[in-house]
């Protein structure tokens, strides 16, 4: 298994011929599938549900993570669950119990996620980290990237909670994935791995060229397993 992870993000593809995407990814050695699901709600963007899941479920055996950008997480686990979701990432700030929220998807079989918004502090889930697989730091807020405008880039300080996080889970010899989302591109990937992060939602650094290509995933692999094994191996 991959220290490093590459998880395409689907919201980026072209989604008028998402099963062939989703074959070609596969066959270029994504390691998992980001579907970003977002209500309208939690953030001010509508984004792909579980239909998209249940319908490319068949084409491909990646992992696929369910980032769910949604208020009340706890009604969807089972919708996710039943589209072919594996990891079900929930998010903090939307959370009333969110301890409730991950033995829902623990008890339902299902790897549990825990997304942070960049303003977010590691409190909100140093009491859980023994309850979960991943944590998911957003690099940028979330939502949709406006067409036509720069992105400003990640903010600096969630490297420093990335630092912080991934020395905690040494101390406390857990296995959890961290995962970046938002401007993981070929150069930010290198700090963002150097900061602890093994597993990268990448958007527009891969779907940008075309064809896809199997060179730029292992590229981007190879950047931060050389930047992570560097700190933390």
């Known amino acids: ?5 590459i998880s395409p993000s689907l919201m980026c593809a072209d989604l008028a011929n998402l099963g062939e995407e989703v074959k070609t990814l596969t066959s270029i050695k994504a390691d998992q599938l980001h579907f970003d699901i977002m209500d309208g709600n939690f953030v001010p963007d509508i984004g792909l549900s579980h239909l998209e899941i249940k319908a490319v479920r068949h084409l491909t055996p990646l992992l696929f993570e369910a980032h769910m950008m949604i208020v009340n997480p706890l009604r969807y686990v089972g919708v996710f669950v039943e589209a072919g979701a594996d990891i ?4 903090a700030e939307s959370c009333t119990n969110l301890y409730k929220v991950i ?8 790897k549990a996620g825990v997304a942070l918004n960049p303003a977010t502090p590691l409190c909100m889930v140093e009491n859980i980290l023994t309850e979960i ?8 807020s979330p939502g949709y990237k406006v067409p036509g405008v720069k992105s400003a880039g990640y903010s600096p300080g969630v490297l420093e909670k990335a630092s912080c996080l991934r020395e905690i889970i040494r101390k406390k010899e857990l296995n959890i994935d961290i995962e970046a989302d938002g401007s993981v591109n070929e150069k930010s990937i290198v700090n963002m791995a150097g900061a602890g992060i093994n597993v990268f939602v990448v958007g527009s650094a891969l779907f940008d060229e075309r064809p896809l290509s199997a060179h730029k995933i292992q590229e981007l692999r190879n950047r931060a397993e050389k930047a992570f094994l560097e700190k933390w191996g």
């Not at 298994?1 to 992870?5: A, E, L, R, S």
């Not at 079900?88 to 998010?91: N, Y």
């Not at 033995?103 to 299902?110: A, L």
């Open 1 to 5: 298994m991959n220290i490093i992870k």
């Open 88 to 91: 079900i990432c929930i998010h």
């Open 103 to 110: 033995q829902e998807i623990k008890q339902r079989g299902k």
């Open 133 to 140: 697989d991943l944590i998911l730091l957003m690099m940028v």
